[in-house]
């Protein structure tokens, strides 16, 4: 069964512009959360979807935001670039999330503003 | 406020040498505590879910043990492929994920 992919996998842009991510989730799996990971604040969470509608949202400003498809792809999008957005976004998928159900994470896009 | 923090932050260990890493938290509503290991470059790997105190786990050199304040992770005999990073996360009520920084380890043969 193929894992969670994310594409891009480094991603180098500038201050002030916008860049969309995209999550394939595990085959089956409707539930897909994003998360940012720097060395300083570690983890956090970002949003989750479940049949396109975002069922959480942690605490990220309104320039971070997302979609989820009928296919349960997702794709999240992060307007007007500032240089403390670089950071490692991680997507995970679940069954059905909002449980204990186990999250299976992709491998990351790493994101640069210069 | 929620709060989630791991120690050491980083652990060097011989070859064969136990330890323990330590998650503690002070959160309300927990459903739950995992953990993950991390290496290099990839996305958390799932190890464990604890749901309540005095419950323990094993897979491996690995045991996880939560208490009502805290979690270890004790490695026993580790090798040097057990080095990676270890992040442990609490699920609450209200469906919200809190991750702790890790405990990055290395192991030396």
């Known amino acids: 069964k193929a894992g969670v992919t994310q594409t891009p996998r480094y991603l180098i842009k500038t201050r002030g512009q916008q860049v969309t991510l995209s999550c394939s989730p595990i085959s089956g799996h409707r539930s897909v959360s994003w998360y940012q990971q720097t060395p300083g604040q570690g983890l956090q969470f970002l949003f989750e979807?479940?049949?396109?509608?975002?069922?959480n949202k942690g605490n990220f400003p309104g320039r971070f935001s997302g979609r989820q498809f009928s296919n349960s792809r997702s794709e999240m999008n992060v307007s007007t670039l500032e240089l403390g957005d670089s950071a490692l976004y991680l997507c995970a998928s679940s069954l059905a999330g909002g449980t204990l159900e186990t999250q299976y994470f992709g491998p990351g896009t790493r994101l640069l503003v210069l | 406020e929620d709060q989630v923090t791991q120690s050491p932050e980083a652990l060097r260990l011989q070859e064969g040498e136990s330890s323990s890493l330590n998650c503690s938290y002070t959160v309300s509503g927990l459903r739950g505590l995992f953990w993950y290991r991390q290496d290099p470059g990839k996305g958390p790997e799932f190890l464990f879910t604890l749901y309540s105190a005095g419950e323990e786990k094993e897979k491996e050199r690995l045991k996880a043990t939560l208490t009502k304040k805290e979690s270890f992770l004790h490695i026993t005999a580790p090798k040097p492929e057990d080095s990676a990073t270890y992040l442990c996360a609490v699920f609450l009520t209200g469906n919200q994920f809190y991750f702790g920084t890790g405990t990055s380890l290395t192991v030396i043969p």
């Open positions: 979807y479940f049949s396109e509608t975002q069922r």
